[in-house]
T-cell receptor, first 113, second 111 residues
Framework: DQQVKQNSPSLSVQEGRISILNCDYT??????FLWYKKYPAEGPTFLIS?????DKNEDGRFTVFLNKSAKHLSLHIVPSQPGDSAVYFCAASVRNTGNQFYFGTGTSLTVIP | DAGVIQSPRHEVTEMGQEVTLRCKPISGHDYLFWYRQTMMRGLELLIY????????DSGMPEDRFSAKMPNASFSTLKIQPSEPRDSAVYFC?????????FGQGTRLTVV
C-alpha cells in the first residue's frame, strides 16, 4: 500500500516560471520529509528536507511546504531552469522508529527553454 | 568518500539464472537500503539493514529474493531463480542520521 503518493506523473513548465510538485501521505506518524531529484541513468540525489515541526524550508530556488493537517507537502522551484528537468521523488520517514524511507512514484518535470 | 558503489551497472540474464547485485555503502553509515524502481510503484523498499542486521524485509516480493550484509562495507541482493518480471533498476542506499544517499543503480534485464 502506497503511503506516499505523487498523483501527477509529469509536469511541464516554461523556463523562468514556478514549478510546483505535490505529494500526499497517509501515515500521520511521519515526521521527516524529503525531496530527491533523479536524472536518467543516475541514482536519486537529495534535494531538500523538512521536519514536521516546521511548515516551510527554503534553500535557494527550492522551497518545501508542509501542511500536516492535510497530510500534504509541495516543492516549489522558482525560477525554473532547463537543468531542473528530472524526476522528483518525495519521501517520508518516522525517525524515532528507525530510518526507513517511504518514496512516492515520482513526478517527471520538464522545463521548456 | 566515493559515495555508494553498486555493481554491476547493467546485468542481462536469462530466466531461471541466479543474479547477484552488490553494494558498498558510504563508510560510517549504519543504515543500508535496497530499493527497486518501477513505473507503477516508484521507489519500492525491498529490505533495509541497521548495523548489518536486517530490520525489515517485508518488501521483498518473494522467497526468490534474498539479501545479506556480512559486514559494514558490503551487501548483496540475490535473485534465484530470476524471472522477466524482475526486470527493473535496483538501487542501494545508505544513511546515517538524516537523508539517504543512493548508488547509481543496477539495471537488471531478465530475458
Amino acid at each position: 500500500d502506497q503511503q506516499v503518493k505523487q498523483n501527477s506523473p509529469s509536469l511541464s513548465v516554461q523556463e523562468g516560471r514556478i514549478s510546483i510538485l505535490n505529494c500526499d501521505y497517509t501515515n500521520s506518524m511521519f515526521d521527516y520529509f524529503l525531496w530527491y531529484k533523479k536524472y536518467p541513468a543516475e541514482g536519486p540525489t537529495f534535494l531538500i528536507s523538512i521536519s514536521s515541526i516546521k511548515d516551510k524550508n527554503e534553500d535557494g530556488r527550492f522551497t518545501v511546504f508542509l501542511n500536516k493537517s492535510a497530510k500534504h507537502l509541495s516543492l516549489h522551484i522558482v525560477p525554473s531552469q532547463p537543468g531542473d528537468s528530472a524526476v522528483y521523488f518525495c519521501a517520508a520517514s518516522v525517525r524515532n522508529t528507525g530510518n526507513q524511507f517511504y518514496f512516492g512514484t515520482g513526478t517527471s518535470l520538464t522545463v521548456i527553454p | 568518500d566515493a559515495g555508494v558503489i553498486q555493481s554491476p551497472r547493467h546485468e542481462v540474464t536469462e530466466m531461471g539464472q541466479e543474479v547477484t547485485l552488490r553494494c558498498k555503502p558510504i563508510s560510517g553509515h549504519d543504515y543500508l537500503f535496497w530499493y527497486r524502481q518501477t513505473m507503477m510503484r516508484g521507489l519500492e523498499l525491498l529490505i533495509y539493514f541497521n548495523n548489518n542486521v536486517p530490520i525489515d524485509d517485508s518488501g521483498m516480493p518473494e522467497d526468490r529474493f534474498s539479501a545479506k550484509m556480512p559486514n559494514a562495507s558490503f551487501s548483496t541482493l540475490k535473485i534465484q531463480p530470476s524471472e522477466p518480471r524482475d526486470s527493473a533498476v535496483y538501487f542501494c542506499a545508505s544513511s546515517l542520521l538524516t537523508e539517504a544517499f543512493f548508488g547509481q543503480g543496477t539495471r537488471l534485464t531478465v530475458v
